[in-house]
């Protein structure tokens, strides 16, 4: 499977953007989904999960503004981000692994198939 993300932008404080993920080679109904994010000098640092079955899991810094959802009928994986802060700027990825597990879901290191990245910058 082959991802592309997409949807980053400039933005201000406060404003939405909607991120999507589209897969392509195979169908990610099978699939967990992840998104990761990387701020300028720093490491890759785990977004948002959905799993095959739809649980959802964020980190902290999230929860209440973003929600990751899928659609496997497009073959894709949404994350919206709402309330956008300063410190959510960063590249995007999304990421998955055919041989994810649930205890996995936040380490970058279980996931070998990676979208290119999109750049969400907003500004104060």
């Known amino acids: 499977v082959q991802l592309q993300a997409f949807g980053g932008g400039l933005v201000q404080a406060g404003d939405s953007l909607r991120l999507s993920c589209t897969a392509s080679g195979r169908t990610i109904n099978s699939y967990h989904m992840t998104w990761f994010r990387q701020a300028p000098g720093k490491e890759h640092e785990f977004v948002a999960s959905i799993t095959r079955s739809r649980h959802t899991y964020y980190t902290d810094s999230v929860k209440g503004r973003f929600t990751i959802s899928r659609d496997n009928a497009k073959n894709t994986v949404y994350l919206q981000m709402n309330d956008l802060k300063p410190e959510d700027t960063a590249v995007y990825y999304c990421?998955?692994?055919?041989?994810?597990?649930?205890?996995?879901?936040?380490?970058?290191?279980?996931?070998?198939?990676w979208g290119q990245g999109t750049l969400v910058t907003v500004s104060s």
């Open positions: 990421a998955t692994s055919a041989g994810l597990i649930i205890s996995s879901l936040g380490l970058k290191s279980a996931y070998d198939v």
